[in-house]
């Protein structure tokens, strides 16, 4: 499964590579300006929106402290540590919800049948 890609990050890519009228219109509107939409986005920066502190995992993932340093202890979670406070990245969040995520009740329900 691929990586979620945030909408910015689809826009850019069609108006930049795109051979569609209104991307190419788009593209020499802006030639030679600094739109962001034509500026390409470094692949090895990482934005403060992508990191969350414990306390956002927590309550995305409905845990409590103690589960959240089972995680980590074990290598589940990977995190980084600044200070005394710990961040995860968001995607690795997501990679787990979506390895791990089950609804039980379509499960039950197919297996009634």
Known sequence: MS???IL???LRDYFQHSDEPFAVEFRQHFAGTNHPLLTPKPKDQTQLRDWLDNQDVMQALHI???T?????SNGTLPYSRIGNK???RRQDI???L???YTMHKIQ???RDK
Do not use: F, M
């Open 3 to 5: 990586e979620p890609r």
């Open 8 to 10: 910015a990050d689809i």
């Open 64 to 66: 409590s402290p103690r």
């Open 68 to 72: 959240l340093q089972t995680l980590r």
């Open 86 to 88: 710990i961040y995860y």
């Open 94 to 96: 997501i990679k787990i």
């Open 98 to 100: 979506s390895d791990n």
């Open 108 to 110: 039950n329900h197919e």
